[in-house]
Antibody, heavy 122, light 109 residues
Framework: QLQLQESGPGLVKPSETLSLTCSVSGGSIITNSYYWGWIRQPPGKGLEWIGNINYSGSTYYNPSLESRVTISVDTSKNQFSLKLSSVTAADTAVYYC??????????????WGQGTLVTVSA | QTVVTQEPSLTVSPGGTVTLTCTSNTGAVTSGYYPNWFQQKPGQAPRTLIYSTSNKHSWTPARFSGSLLGGKAALTLSGVQPEDEAEYYCLLYCGGAWVFGGGTKLTVL
């Protein structure tokens, strides 16, 4: 059974860089059929897609966040990571990592991590 | 900027049928938007129910179905159960980016 687990600091200071890692177990991150993505949810609000990456490092991002976001992959560790720079209180959210099926006409965020709350505060 | 809109809230009786919709301000939703539907209960991660308009995952209950209706993506629940009370989000692929709707709070009453 595929499992994803987010990890990283739960508290980040304003103007600093938020860094999270998603560890994948029960399956390899090296697959042509899937991308790997980050989604966030501010407390009490809706979901927002941040960006996706595949195992070879090909990325695409939410245009509203693109200037501050970097997603990378480490196939040797079966992990992918998120960096979000110049954070403000508006970046306080639960951050989820997820697997994204992308083959033929099928597109689906099928497996999700449990999420990790990141608070931006001095 | 693409805006995806859902009904903010709906109420349905147990055993009843309800349809949630998802629209884009860029025009009619088609299969090329790969509509996805997610269910989220308080304190839990979202769970994918429907992908690419009408496809179900192995864990999706049979009473959930997805379709395109009049230029919108739609999620229909037939024979609603009390445990279906939750927030439902749609997701569309719009111009190279994924955009979530604001969510529909479904109350079973």
């Amino acid at each position: 059974q595929l499992q994803l687990q987010e990890s990283g600091p739960g508290l980040v200071k304003p103007s600093e860089t938020l860094s999270l890692t998603c560890s994948v177990s029960g399956g390899s991150i090296i697959t042509n059929s899937y991308y790997w993505g980050w989604i966030r949810q501010p407390p009490g609000k809706g979901l927002e897609w941040i960006g996706n990456i595949n195992y070879s490092g090909s990325t695409y991002y939410n245009p509203s966040l693109e200037s501050r976001v970097t997603i990378s992959v480490d196939t040797s560790k079966n992990q992918f990571s998120l960096k979000l720079s110049s954070v403000t209180a508006a970046d306080t959210a639960v951050y989820y990592c997820a697997r994204h099926l992308a083959v033929a006409q099928s597109r689906s965020f099928d497996y999700w991590g449990q999420g990790t709350l990141v608070t931006v505060s001095a | 900027q693409t805006v995806v809109t859902q009904e903010p809230s709906l109420t349905v009786s147990p055993g009843g049928t309800v349809t949630l919709t998802c629209t884009s301000n860029t025009g009619a939703v088609t299969s090329g938007y790969y509509p996805n539907w997610f269910q989220q209960k308080p304190g839990q991660a979202p769970r994918t129910l429907i992908y690419s308009t009408s496809n179900k995952h192995s864990w999706t209950p049979a009473r959930f179905s997805g379709s395109l209706l009049g230029g919108k993506a739609a999620l229909t629940l037939s024979g609603v159960q009390p445990e279906d009370e939750a927030e439902y989000y749609c997701l569309l692929y719009c111009g190279g980016a994924w955009v979530f709707g604001g969510g529909t709070k479904l109350t079973v009453l």
